[in-house]
């Protein structure tokens, strides 16, 4: 009887034992799986920081590139080391990262066209008439593109535009497609017109008679707001913003060139892409100084663009810098305007915009 008590307690301390050991073994599971997280937790807040200064450090790097390019060139083309892939990449390799990788992208904004510039600032209340011409001849090529913008009429979307921007909320809308605040308060919910300057692209959108599908780009069709800007805008008399909308000829998309012709002339547009193409193989970097240097391009004699549509300066650009590391991507978009500072003399770049995703 003794021993057999003493069998039975020596099995329970077993249990105990063994219950002891198998509660520690899950503590130890549970503090092994919660010290990884954290380790790896902390690891991705440690990539991700590391993203953040180095698509940073992007940005910076594409200022001092443009700052450096206004001081070598009077004009802005596709022949300046910032639109020039290989001297981004040389600039970019005295720029190490330990295990990362710097992409870096630099664009002329105004080689766009400026939706602001459709209506005449300060004032805000009349269209630019040579403005309007160059959105008529964007937008109706692209009529015949998809079936969807078949039944698109360019002048309304115009129109509509312009209202939208112009300042006269209470006057009569322009023409028979345009609309004021009175038409968007119908909708649910109700908004106004901005009556003023788009602050941004998307926008656009909200306005009557410009489609979705249209901005955002359908099928062959590319979106149109790869070819639009809200910047440009200067200082006119009295300090008050103005927008030029001088297009650069030098950096213009080929959809764009084509724009500033007159529809029965837009196929010459691959020959002004072309012979600028050609042109920014030499090593003249003023051959593309003159905004007329279009005329030089075959099947150009006697044609001519409107002069208050070109330009062949820049001050506003944007850079996209993209930094990868252990698989993980972020990607930096800053908008810089290039100015002279007043005390210094010096040339910087003023952020206009700046996203991170």
Known sequence: MKKKCIANKRGIALLITITVIMLFMTVAVELNRKMRSVVLSTAAMRDRLMLKHMASSGIHAGMAMLISDKHQTKSDSLQDNWADPEAIEAVLNDMPFSGGKLTLKISDELGKIQINALVKFPEGRLFNNFQKMLWYQFLTPLKSRTEIFKEM????????????????????????????????????????????????L??????KGVPHELFHGLGETSEISKYMTVYGATRSKGNKLTYEGRININTAALPIL??????????????????????????????????????NAPGFSGIKIEPKLLTTRSDIFSIESTASLNEMKMTTFAVVERKKEKKSGKWICKILNWQTK
């Open 153 to 200: 009429e360019p002048i309304s979307i115009i129109n509509s535009i312009k209202d939208w921007l112009d300042s006269g909320d209470n006057e009569a809308i322009t023409g028979l497609g345009g609309a004021e605040s009175a038409y968007y308060g119908s909708f649910d919910p109700p908004y106004r017109s901005r009556n003023g300057p788009l602050p941004h």
């Open 202 to 207: 998307g926008e656009l959108v909200l306005i």
């Open 258 to 295: 084509a724009a500033l012709l007159p529809l029965d002339q837009q196929g010459l547009a691959q020959s002004i892409y072309d012979y600028r193409a050609e042109i920014s193989k030499l090593e003249n970097t003023d051959a593309l100084s003159d905004p007329a240097w279009y005329k």
